[in-house]
T-cell receptor, first 114, second 114 residues
C-alpha cells in the first residue's frame, strides 16, 4: 500500500539536544512538506521541498533544518535553537504537477521536550 | 496572499442534528479548496475538495461542501451528526496556478453530544 510513514510516533528530548524526525513516502510524489501543529493554532508550515536537493523555508523555519537527498525521504531536524519544540509534527506529500489532488499526510510525530 | 478563516474554533451539536462548519477564503485567483478531518493523535485525512465544475461537492462519511464564489465561502455540512464525526476539521486553499503549499485555517473542533 502506498502512503507516508513517520517515525517515531512519540519522541522525548532533553533541552539542548538536536533530534531528527523521519518522513518517508512511496507515493512517487515530488513535493514534501513539514508542518507543526499546536493546540488552537492550526498547521504552520516549517519547510517544503518540490524537488530533490532543493527546499524552501515556510512560515516558522527558525530552529529547524531539513534535507532532501532522495525523492522518498524528507527528514526534519529540530535543533537546540528552537525555543519551544514541544508540538505535534506532520509530514505531507503531493504531486507537484497536480495540486488539485491535495496533500497526503503521515500519522505524525509527537515531540516532547523534558 | 491566500488566507483561510474558519469561524468558530469549537462547534458542538447533538447527535442527529445538522453539522455546519464555516470556512471563508481570500484569494486573488480561482482557488482549489479542501476540507480535511483529523482524529486525535492522527494525521489529516482528505474529506473532500473543490477544483472545477460542480460547486456542490460530496465527500466521505456523508459530508458535503458548496463553493460560493460571490461569498468566498466553502462551508462544510452534514445533515445528521454521528458520534464518530467528533474530530477536528481543517479548511485549506491552494492556488490553481503556481506551485505553492496549501494554506490551512486554524481548525474547528466538532463535538457531538449524545
Amino acid at each position: 500500500d502506498g502512503g507516508i510513514t513517520q517515525s517515531p510516533k512519540y519522541l522525548f528530548r532533553k533541552e539542548g539536544q538536536n533530534v531528527t524526525l523521519s518522513c518517508e513516502q512511496n507515493l512517487n510524489h515530488d513535493a514534501m512538506y513539514w508542518y507543526r501543529q499546536d493546540p488552537g493554532q492550526g498547521l504552520r508550515l516549517i519547510y517544503y521541498s518540490q524537488i530533490v536537493n532543493d527546499f524552501q523555508k515556510g512560515d516558522i523555519a527558525e530552529g529547524y533544518s531539513v534535507s532532501r537527498e532522495k525523492k522518498e525521504s524528507f527528514p526534519l531536524t529540530v535543533t537546540s535553537a528552537q525555543k519551544n519544540p514541544t508540538a505535534f509534527y506532520l509530514c505531507a506529500s503531493s504531486r507537484a504537477d497536480a495540486l488539485w489532488r491535495g496533500q497526503f499526510f503521515g500519522p505524525g510525530t509527537r515531540l516532547t521536550v523534558l | 496572499a491566500q488566507s483561510v478563516t474558519q469561524l468558530g474554533s469549537h462547534v458542538s451539536v447533538s447527535e442527529g442534528a445538522l453539522v455546519l462548519l464555516r470556512c471563508n477564503y481570500s484569494s486573488s485567483v480561482p482557488p482549489y479548496l479542501f476540507w480535511y478531518v483529523q482524529y486525535p493523535n492522527q494525521g489529516l485525512q482528505l474529506l473532500l475538495k473543490y477544483t472545477t465544475g460542480a460547486t456542490l461537492v460530496k465527500g466521505i462519511n456523508g459530508f458535503e461542501a458548496e463553493f460560493k464564489k460571490s461569498e468566498t465561502s466553502f462551508h462544510l455540512t452534514k445533515p445528521s451528526a454521528h458520534m464518530s464525526d467528533a474530530a477536528e476539521y481543517f479548511c485549506a486553499v491552494s492556488l490553481v496556478s503556481g506551485n505553492t503549499p496549501l494554506v490551512f485555517g486554524k481548525g474547528t473542533r466538532l463535538s457531538v453530544i449524545a
